[in-house]
């Protein structure tokens, strides 16, 4: 970077300003937009159903689903024991005959999903599914409805039906000779995709379930008084503070390493000594720090707009990017150990600074600012890939931005601090071989973070390669090696040897007090996972390790069960034994209620207060099994048919807890009244344990 400085070109400034102003109504428009999105998480998949006249004797039932960012809504295609597919059900057909199957005519995409050991499609952004159907009479009628499950990272809604109504006039079908024979074989073949079934055929199945009544006092609703338990404070969604909190700390890590820390001095003294006024020395400092923030949230604008949070997601669970990003972050791992360095072009470097030396104003800084961004490449690009790749997984589509907001928050402000204030550069730490300790720290931890994308591709390819036991294993060594280095047992190529006065190398130098503290975090960690390999729950690794199921050699035996699945008569026998009531809200098809029940159910503490204390009481809202009567229930002016055991809770949800998302728990006395506010996905097992003896209290209370 030149130290020459020539005057301000206002003009430029004026028009960069100018420029920037565009930018910055379109990035308040696009906050404004994702905030509407959010807020209507609730009720995430909005369908249009139309007709659409093919020929004069055919024609088409069209679904088109809008679905909000984040959310995706299953294909037909699911096998049974997974997620909620979509269905179509015929409750009347006159004068038509259904050609084929309902068909996914959108986007669709496929990915394994581990928790259900199974490959699933999906379809995000439109919903597109269509219906094909001869007409065999002059005058023709059908009516039915659509069956549909979506989700998101946090929540999976129930299965949701979309009502449909159709007649209209067409030319017949021409008959022919073996008409009877093609819709006797074609109705059982497709009588598993598309039934037909009358109301007095349910009533004869042996699964048939009886219709409750459904105005008793268990199920009058609480939604106030549930309102009236939230604390509003602890209901409030820091997922965003998270997410540029963890990008500061990547930011931090990235000011400790040797390709940023030394420049430090070197910008501050450029700064004020190209300047005798130092307040306008000051003033550029800052003006370069707010570069570096504009440069690194463009990279996060940037991955946004060219995929998408919800593309990103998608990514997250397919095999191959999963494999691909395994081998990304082993090369940068491999890189912080000292085994080679990323650079960008050393030509596209000089180019950048050569321009910044040739110009002046604020583009001249703002080059400068870039510049930094480039030669330091080495050191930020394998700590931004990690963080854009988990950002930009999370399902929320600010996450990139924000996370790389707090990146360079934390790389800019001791530029800025230093300038300000720069006698405290005096006290700074010099440059040394810490930074390279810092570096190899990095580069443990880039390896054992790719073994956790490596594990989701394991797992989609059913090799069994990294099972449980064998990836904390990988993790035990890494660990372990890592303490190793700490505390000064091994040592790589880029660490620098230690001279004695007589210039000879140091062999057995002393290990630092920081160093030793780290070692030994590293090897307690290393030991903790240790009971892992027998099945203990590594409740700090539970969310990077393969499943418990991959596991062949496991001694742990501590489940919780539900005592029932109805909710009538958990609630009778909770009256007759005078104990409390949970209520678990959840589907076959919910990721995350698997997610709590792996995490959060297996915990001594609270597995022992679910059994023990409570009758807990699981209603599964995607459970097929029919009622023996459809049921018609009027819901905020509209009428809604429940069919299946799943649509009875689901309305038991909606209307008494005023809620339609899982996983949901909720805790209720002998008359059906809370005991404590409701409580939806989040593994902190202090919170909810919480959450279980504030209900017991006022249970004992009452």
Not at 59 to 72: M, P, Q, R, T
Not at 264 to 275: A, C, D, G, H, Y
Not at 301 to 320: D, E, K, P, R
Not at 423 to 441: D, E, H, Q, T
Request: proline share 4%.
């Amino acid at each position: 970077m030149s130290l020459s400085v020539q005057k301000n070109n206002y003009t430029f400034a004026g028009k960069f300003f100018k420029h920037m102003k565009k930018h910055i109504v379109f990035f308040m428009f696009f906050v404004c937009y994702t905030i509407s999105c959010v807020a209507q998480l609730q009720s995430p998949v909005k369908f249009t159903v139309q007709q659409k006249k093919i020929s004069d004797n055919t024609l088409e039932v069209e679904f088109v689903g809008k679905v909000d960012a984040g959310w995706h809504v299953y294909g037909t295609d699911i096998a049974d024991g997974g997620p909620t597919r979509t269905e179509l059900t015929l409750e009347k057909t006159v004068g038509l005959k259904p050609e084929g199957k309902l068909r996914a005519t959108g986007s669709l995409h496929r990915a394994m999903d581990e928790l259900f050991d199974m490959e699933v499609s999906y379809m995000e952004g439109t919903a597109k599914f269509a219906q094909k159907f001869t007409i065999t009479e002059p005058k023709y009628e059908v009516e039915g409805y659509l069956t549909y499950g979506a989700c998101n990272d946090q929540n999976c809604m129930p299965p949701t039906n979309v009502e449909f109504k159709f007649e209209g006039t067409g030319v017949p079908e021409k008959e022919k000779a073996s008409a009877d024979k093609d819709k006797t074989e074609e109705k059982v073949e497709e009588s598993d995709v598309v039934p037909d079934t009358l109301a007095s055929d349910v009533q004869e199945t042996d699964t048939a379930v009886a219709a409750a009544d459904f105005s008793g006092d268990l199920w009058a609703p609480v939604i106030d008084e549930l309102k009236a338990l939230e604390d509003g404070a602890e209901a409030k969604d820091n997922s965003l503070l998270g997410i540029f909190l963890l990008g500061m700390l990547g930011g931090l890590v990235a000011l400790l390493t040797p390709c940023v820390w030394p420049i430090i001095p070197m910008t501050v003294s450029f700064f004020l000594k190209r300047n005798k006024d130092r307040s306008k020395g000051i003033r550029e400092a800052i003006t370069y720090g707010i570069c570096i923030v504009v440069i690194y949230v463009a990279l996060g604008l940037l991955v946004t707009l060219c995929f998408g949070a919800s593309a990103l997601n998608a990514l997250s669970t397919n095999a191959i990017f999963n494999i691909f990003f395994f081998l990304m972050l082993l090369v940068f791992g491999a890189s912080f150990l000292g085994g080679f360095e990323i650079t960008l072009p050393s030509r596209f470097t000089n180019a950048v600074d050569k321009k910044s030396e040739t110009t002046t104003g604020l583009l001249s800084i703002f080059l400068m600012a870039f510049t930094l961004s480039l030669v330091s490449f080495s050191c930020t690009g394998p700590i931004i890939g990690f963080l854009l790749v988990e950002l930009g997984t999370t399902g929320n589509l600010l996450a990139p931005s924000i996370g790389m907001l707090g990146f360079a928050i934390a790389l800019a402000l001791p530029f800025t601090l230093f300038a300000m204030f720069p006698a405290w550069l005096k006290s700074a730490p010099k440059s040394g071989n810490w930074m390279n300790c810092v570096k190899v720290c990095l580069g443990f931890l880039e390896l054992a973070f790719a073994l956790k994308f490596l594990s989701v591709a394991d797992l989609a390819y059913g090799w069994h390669l990294l099972d449980r036991e064998a990836f904390l294993c990988l993790w035990i060594m890494l660990f372990a090696l890592l303490g190793a280095y700490l505390i000064g047992w091994i040592r790589f190529p880029h660490d620098e040897d230690e001279y004695d006065e007589m210039g000879e190398i140091v062999v057995n130098h002393r290990t630092s007090i920081p160093r030793f503290f780290g070692g030994l975090i590293s090897f307690a960690f290393a030991l903790y996972m240790v009971p892992g390999l027998w099945g203990a729950p590594c409740k700090a690794v539970s969310a990077f390790a393969p499943p418990m199921q991959t596991q062949d050699f496991n001694l742990y035996d501590n489940e919780v069960k539900a005592r029932f699945t109805n909710y009538d008569e958990g609630m009778a026998y909770a009256k007759a034994h005078n104990m409390p009531v949970m209520v678990d809200f959840t589907g076959y098809g919910c990721v995350n209620c698997r997610k709590m029940e792996a995490a959060v159910w297996t915990d001594p503490r609270v597995a022992e207060i679910m059994n023990d204390k409570y009758v807990l009481i699981t209603l599964y809202v995607d459970e097929k099994t029919p009622l023996s009567e459809t049921v018609i229930v009027n819901e905020n002016g509209t009428e809604n048919k429940l069919r299946t055991v799943g649509d009875r809770w689901s309305f038991l949800q909606r209307s008494k807890f005023g809620a339609n998302a899982q996983p949901f728990y909720v805790l209720l006395d002998n008359e059906g009244q809370p005991l404590n506010k409701s409580y939806s996905y989040n593994e902190d097992i202090s919170a909810y344990l919480d959450f279980l003896q504030k209900g017991l209290n006022n249970y004992n209370g009452k």
